[in-house]
């Protein structure tokens, strides 16, 4: 039972375009989501995070919105660079307790 | 170091076997996680430790694992009686306090022949 979904396995954007990863959760409770980003043989390391009580969050080149009544969000990137070029997860949290649920991933690919 | 740390970074072992994996959170960090990754899966929650206690173990698959906080500081996951499907990548993360930003550490992957 996939709490925490990410649909798509790879996303191919050229430089300069706009990149949007999508994640779709069936929990109600999560009321925190982060996105974390993962290069080959790193750990994840955290890239921008939004609370339910917000729909969208903005930090630079990187954009997370939230639409709770349709239980998705999405990670906007943009302009896409190839340093960009990583694995996606899309992660949630509830304030019942603090395990991340994690999607699989997206493989995003910006070519130059 | 600023990050998690992860001893040892690769690890075969035969089945059958008992393996540790060691994880150094990050200084002052109270709330230690431990997920595993299997191939072509997502990251997967196995336990969680605030401070020395394990409020949240219900992430581990059976009663092989095992894992232990000390000085609310490093932590040991074990593994009894290795078995194949226990091959996974093993990642460790810290976090300042419950429901913040998790830190993560590089991985053990972990290899059952």
């Known amino acids: 039972d996939q709490q925490v979904k990410q649909n798509s396995p790879s996303l191919s954007v050229q430089e300069g375009r706009i990149s949007i990863l999508n994640c779709d959760y069936t929990n109600s409770m999560f009321d925190y989501f982060l996105w974390y980003k993962k290069y080959p043989a790193e750990g994840p390391t955290f890239l921008i995070s939004i609370s339910s009580i917000k729909d969208k969050n903005e930090d630079g080149r990187f954009t997370v919105f939230l639409n709770k009544s349709a239980k998705h969000l999405s990670l906007h990137i943009v302009p896409s660079q190839p340093g960009d070029s990583a694995v996606y997860f899309c992660a949630a949290l509830t304030g019942a307790n603090s395990k991340l649920t994690f999607g699989k991933g997206i493989t995003l690919s910006v070519r130059p | 170091g600023a990050g998690v740390s992860q001893s040892p970074s690769n690890k075969v072992t035969e089945k059958g076997k008992d393996v540790e994996l060691r994880c150094d959170p990050i200084?002052?960090?109270?709330?230690l996680y431990w997920y595993r990754q299997s191939l072509g899966q997502g990251l997967e929650f196995l336990i969680y430790?605030?401070?020395?206690?394990?409020?949240?173990k219900s992430g581990l698959p059976s009663d092989r694992f095992s894992a232990e906080r000390t000085g609310g500081s490093v932590s040991t996951l074990t593994i009894q009686r290795t078995q194949q499907e226990d091959s996974a990548v093993y990642l460790c993360?810290?976090?300042?306090?419950?429901?913040?930003?998790?830190?993560f550490g590089p991985g053990t992957r972990l290899t059952v022949l």
């Open positions: 430790f605030q401070g020395n206690s394990a409020p949240d």
């Open positions: 993360a810290s976090s300042l306090y419950s429901y913040n930003e998790q830190f």
């Open positions: 200084s002052g960090h109270t709330a």
